[in-house]
């Protein structure tokens, strides 16, 4: 068996680590002159310090020669030793960083958001019950433009909303994106209605009517009204801009206006009734969104999950919307999941 070297007998602890780096980068360079290129360090600099780091450890530990230098039996040994310090030292390192980075997420708070209706109160619950540990903030907003941009200015973690055809939300790179599935409009119409009693209402058929709409914004709901509308046949006539729902009920009851309610909305109102559109025109895709930067793809993954059946519940409690799903409509929702 070999005799140890001088430097296993305890002077080893006088090196500093970059030493052992100098050591691999010499070994790897196989010549002295592109091991100080490498360090960005002068040749002559390069070679006094392999000679005091030799000196330390006892002995020369590289032949030289005309063609550069070569690890002679100590320095073999020497080498993979070196290696393995620096192998492990770094993965102290990552293994320490991602603790750290662990740490630093589990103490900041979980934001969440998402715009006003149904599933926000559905996303939360559902983060409560995944990390209830972890301190959580809600933003709901009436502008899915101003949500989409606070995902991707890291302001939200993770958020739900809709987003209609043909009228994508911008996100950045760093924001990942799953479609829980596609949400029908639905139109409310006073109980008196001609078109009340029938099950389901063509979209045709509303071309006489003037209609109640939230305000306009970067979600392109007006636009899309209005595309969808003229392949029925007809432009829609907006009467009444409103973000109050016990207004536009007031305006439908009293046969002043329709206008087009989400179905999982709790929003019959005295006076009114909620019928579905025939052959699903009109409809947006219900987006779970996430920073991934904040956000581990497992709990969003997770997340996703627990808002599905979530949803799945609010819609068994809605009669109207039930009977729509249940009569074939639950394919055409599904058909947007994933």
Known sequence: MREPLRAERGMIMQLEFRHLRVLLAVAEAGSIRKAAARLQLSQPATSA?????????????????????????NGQYVLRCARDLVVGFDRLRESARAAAEADRRAAAPLRAGGTAGPLVPLLVSALFELVPERRLTVDARRSVHTLAKSLSLSKCDIAVYGEFPGFPLPVGESVATRTLLREPVFV????????????????GDLADEEWVMPEADESGVHAYLR????????????????????????????????????????????????????????????????????????????????????????????????????????????????
């Open 49 to 73: 310090q392999l000679k005091r780091i030799e000196h330390e450890l006892g002995g020369a530990l590289f032949a030289r020669g005309a063609d550069g230098v070569t690890p002679n039996e």
């Open 188 to 203: 409310l119409l006073a109980e008196d209605h001609p078109l009340a009693g029938q099950e389901a209402v063509r979209l």
């Open 227 to 338: 595309l969808t509308c003229q392949s029925a046949g007809f432009t829609p006539r907006i009467a009444h801009v409103t973000p109050d729902l016990s207004v536009a009920q007031i305006l439908v009851a009293g046969r002043r206006a329709v206008c087009g309610v989400w179905p999982t909305a709790d929003v019959c109102a005295p006076g009114t009734v909620k019928r579905p559109l025939v052959d699903v025109p009109f409809h947006r895709r219900l987006l779970l969104a996430w920073n991934t930067e904040s956000v581990a793809s497992d709990l969003a993954g997770a997340a996703w999950e627990r808002l599905l059946a979530a949803y799945l519940s609010l819609v068994r409690q809605r009669p109207p919307y039930l009977a729509w799903w249940e009569g074939g409509g639950e394919e055409f929702a599904r058909g947007g999941g994933g």
